[in-house]
């Protein structure tokens, strides 16, 4: 008898490992699809990710979806979302992954490499060679970084300076809807800055700017308002969209890079960043951007970071020159000064 219990044992057992086996097969039909239709899903999802570690958790999932997560079709899909290192996390690898975006033709990893090397990394070439990548396919925060660096003559001297450039990259990412764009070509126009002055137009584009910079804050405040559609419906007409006015992950990476240390871009040559804090620009030479014409305390590397920062801080910040000589003055006589309290 017992030995018969141990036969009928042996054979439950025996027919139960088909069914471990089966089990493994079913965990197997994932081998079983073609790479193609693998790399279609891996773009998908590449397109649609939030954050840097969602594509790095499919990345590490397997050495299939490793291999298939790093190939140029889905890498060059990649989200800009999936493309936003922070400061903190860089590093080698990190810098291998931004190039090996680039190089298979993703335009925000041109953009977002090519603004780290120019302005953090100090390898200028190399930065306004993957910006200008970007630009030649109508990246418009690349179109505006090269005006933006015509215009100060950025990485080079002061004569340098390149005012038509600056212009033409300018308004052709105003064409595609950039703010900043809008507003610098504003001013352009009607202080005559590298183009014939023409202050109607100016206006106009300055007018532009502020409506949509209204029209950003009424839809993320309500975009139920009537008066909010119909703002939009007219900036349509004016050919700009309306997209979130967020921080570019570019910008929000040199923030970062330069808060971590000090605020100070390189110490012995007393560089200063844009006073404007969603900016993050460093000078690349002494006195290269421009001074606040009132207090002469707060730099800017452009015209729509001086517009912005002055609404958000510096109106209430500013303190004129003459009143600092008077503070300064009545210091050395021992005497107070008239409204000298700050």
């Keep these: 008898m017992k030995r ?20 493994e097969e079913g965990s197997g039909f994932f081998s079983c699809l073609p790479d193609d239709l693998v790399v279609a899903i891996l773009c998908r999802l590449s397109a649609s990710t939030a954050r840097p570690s969602d594509l790095l958790g499919v990345l ?17 899909n990649a989200s800009v979302e999936s493309l936003a290192i922070r400061a903190m996390n860089w590093s080698a690898s990190a810098h291998r992954f931004l190039k090996r975006c680039a190089d298979a033709g993703n335009l925000e990893a041109c953009y977002i490499l090519g603004m780290i090397r120019f302005y953090c ?17 109508n990246h418009m925060e690349a179109l505006y970084s090269l005006a ?10 002061n004569s340098d300076k390149d005012l038509s450039a600056g212009v033409a990259f300018c308004a052709r990412a105003a064409s595609l809807g950039h703010e900043d764009a809008i507003r610098v070509l504003g001013h352009c126009l009607q202080d005559g800055y590298g183009v014939r002055r023409n202050a109607a137009k100016g206006r106009r584009f300055l007018l532009l700017a502020n409506a949509r910079e209204l029209a950003v804050v ?3 405040s309500s975009s139920s308002l009537p ?6 419906s007219l900036l349509r007409d004016f050919w700009c969209s309306t997209p979130a006015g967020a921080r570019h992950p570019a910008n929000q990476f040199m923030v970062e890079w330069f808060a971590a240390r000090g605020g100070v871009v390189v110490e012995s040559e007393g560089l200063s960043l844009c006073s404007y804090g969603g900016c993050g620009r460093p000078e690349t030479r002494r006195h290269e951007f421009r001074r606040c014409s009132a207090c002469g305390v707060a730099s800017y590397c452009s015209r729509a970071c001086q517009a912005l920062h002055w609404k958000l801080a510096h109106k209430a910040e500013c303190v004129p020159m003459e009143r600092w000589l008077d503070l300064a003055a ?8 008239d409204g000298g309290d700050l």
């Design 4 to 23: 018969r219990r141990l036969a009928r044992e042996e054979g439950d057992l025996g027919r139960k490992r088909p069914q471990v086996g089966a089990a």
């Design 60 to 76: 590490i999932a397997c050495k299939r979806l490793n291999r298939l997560g790093l190939d140029p079709l889905v890498l060059s």
């Design 121 to 137: 990394l100090g390898n200028r070439r190399s930065g306004l060679s993957l910006m200008a990548r970007a630009a030649i396919c």
């Design 148 to 157: 933006v660096i015509h215009f100060n003559g950025s990485g080079r001297s």
């Design 218 to 220: 009424l839809s993320t």
């Design 227 to 232: 008066h909010c559609r119909r703002l939009c």
């Design 330 to 337: 009545a210091a050395a006589d021992g005497a107070p000064a």
